[in-house]
């Protein structure tokens, strides 16, 4: 089993970047699809973006993309997700998750989760 931790929430104005990490232990992180999702105040978990296990390729929901980048260094065991221009509606919880073998946007198709790190955007 992989776990998975994050950090790098925080809070933030409008228009700032932040920079998300996800640790991996237990097993090596190169053999997971690694996926960011976020869920905020009375809404369901949504995707925000993945990444395959081999770092070439990338997919982002309409909503980040192009203010969002997703990385991997499988050398270190660590993802992240860099987030630029900021807005409001960016506010959630953001979680690592890991799956295996493909890429995919379901959050139910990912067997391993971190706990989450808050990520708050005020204007």
């Known amino acids: 089993q992989v776990q998975l931790v994050e950090s790098g929430g925080g809070s933030v104005q409008a228009g700032d970047s932040l920079r998300l990490s996800c640790a991996a232990s237990g097993r090596t992180l190169s053999n997971y699809v690694v996926g960011w999702f976020r869920q905020a105040p009375g809404k369901e978990r949504e995707f925000v973006s993945s990444i395959s296990r081999g770092g070439s390729n990338t997919d982002y929901a309409d909503s980040v993309q192009g203010r969002f980048i997703i990385s991997r260094d499988n050398a270190k065991n660590t993802a992240a997700l860099q987030m630029n221009r900021l807005k409001p509606e960016d506010t959630a919880v953001y979680y690592c998750?890991?799956?295996?073998?493909?890429?995919?946007?379901?959050?139910?198709?990912?067997?391993?989760w971190g706990q989450g790190t808050q990520v708050t955007v005020s204007s």
């Open positions: 998750a890991a799956r295996t073998v493909i890429m995919g946007r379901t959050s139910t198709d990912y067997n391993h």
